[in-house]
T-cell receptor
Framework: DTAVSQTPKYLVTQMGNDKSIKCEQN?????MYWYKQDSKKFLKIMFS???????INETVPNRFSPKSPDKAHLNLHINSLELGDSAVYFC??????????????FGNGTRLTVT | AQTVTQSQPEMSVQEAETVTLSCTYD???????LFWYKQPPSRQMILVIR??????QNATENRFSVNFQKAAKSFSLKISDSQLGDAAMYFC???????????FGQGTRLTINP
């Protein structure tokens, strides 16, 4: 019963290609996120969606386009892939609002390698 | 902007001993949460422990406990009776109650020596 699942686990592709990463959560959470972990293991938020509405867009190149068809899914599409896009991408979810905000639950990550 | 600093890139400890990982943060908010996440080689992000800023009592989860010093903006993690399975990257993280994002520190790689 995976709480936050993302596919694929590994993605190897060439520069210039377009690729997508899918994420689904079965926790009933209303907020989903994409985080990027670079080669130095630093984690930085990219996007946040609350009930399908974009809440956070952290100055990510517009080659990255998140899409949330419903509150249980948040996909990440990347156009014209560049070498610098190589990283591990994590999907996460949480429940926001009263009485308290839940911790983030993370997927297992997608390692993207651009050659 | 909020920042989180982990000043120890690497730490090591003998099995069964105790180790403390340091974390400091910078914020002007008064209502926030602090977290420690563990990332083993499998790269899964696992929540270790959480602290609400309004709670004075330090959080404890089995062998894991924190020393939360709100005035000093310090949030260290103590691991008692270290086990081989504790070897991982440990990330300190902050979020304000208002903001829907988690800000992470740079991480500390913990090695357990048998």
């Amino acid at each position: 019963d995976t709480a936050v699942s993302q596919t694929p686990k590994y993605l190897v592709t060439q520069m210039g290609n377009d690729k997508s990463i899918k994420c689904e959560q079965n926790l009933g959470h209303d907020t989903m996120y994409w985080y990027k972990q670079d080669s130095k293991k630093f984690l930085k938020i990219m996007f946040s969606y609350n009930n399908k509405e974009l809440i956070i867009n952290e100055t990510v190149p517009n080659r990255f386009s998140p899409k949330s068809p419903d509150k249980a899914h948040l996909n990440l599409h990347i156009n014209s892939l560049e070498l610098g896009d190589s990283a591990v991408y994590f999907c996460a979810s949480s429940q926001e609002g009263a009485p308290y905000n839940s911790p983030l639950h993370f997927g297992n990550g997608t390692r993207l390698t651009v050659t | 902007a909020q920042t989180v600093t982990q000043s120890q890139p690497e730490m090591s400890v003998q099995e069964a001993e105790t180790v403390t990982l340091s974390c400091t943060y910078d914020t002007s908010e008064s209502d926030y949460y602090l977290f420690w996440y563990k990332q083993p080689p499998s790269r899964q992000m696992i929540l270790v422990i959480r602290q609400e800023a309004y709670k004075q009592q330090n959080a404890t989860e089995n062998r894991f406990s924190v020393n939360f010093q709100k005035a000093a903006k310090s949030f260290s993690l103590k691991i008692s009776d270290s086990q081989l399975g504790d070897a991982a990257m440990y990330f300190c993280a902050y979020r304000s109650r208002r903001a829907q994002k988690l800000v992470f520190g740079q991480g500390t790689r913990l090695t357990i020596n048998p």
